[in-house]
Nanobody
Framework: QWQLEESGGGLVQPGGSLTLSCAAS????????IGWFRQAPGKEREGVSCISSRSGVKDYVDSVKGRFTISRDNANNKVYLQMNSLAPEDTAVYYC????????????????WGKGTQVTVSS
């Protein structure tokens, strides 16, 4: 069974950091581009970052540029999202999803989704 699972969420103070992990089972993550999305309460889900499959080209939305870093460890079938300088507006459920290519953040373009991990930024 093909599955993605996020971990690493939690409660952090403003200005703090968290690193989210996205682990794949049942398929090889290396052959997919992986995107991170988030959904805050009462808001639509939005794309955050994407990393391409083999070349590792990275993309970030403007709101997280310079604060978030996406990376992948193909040997361990994982993708990470390091989040620094977190702010209350980063509070959301964060999802990872697999797609063929990083070409935007249209949800329907992503084939496989995890169930999400909660990130709460609060003092």
């Amino acid at each position: 069974q093909w599955q993605l699972e996020e971990s690493g969420g939690g409660l952090v103070q403003p200005g703090g950091s968290l690193t989210l992990s996205c682990a794949a089972s049942g398929f090889t993550l290396e052959t997919y581009a992986i995107g991170w999305f988030r959904q805050a309460p009462g808001k639509e889900r939005e794309g955050v970052s994407c990393i391409s499959s083999r070349s590792g080209v990275k993309d970030y939305v403007d709101s997280v540029k310079g604060r978030f870093t996406i990376s992948r460890d193909n040997a361990n079938n994982k993708v990470y999202l390091q989040m620094n300088s977190l702010a209350p507006e980063d509070t959301a459920v964060y999802y990872c999803a697999a797609t063929a290519y990083c070409s935007g953040y249209l949800s329907s373009a992503y084939d496989y989704w995890g169930k999400g991990t909660q990130v709460t930024v609060s003092s």
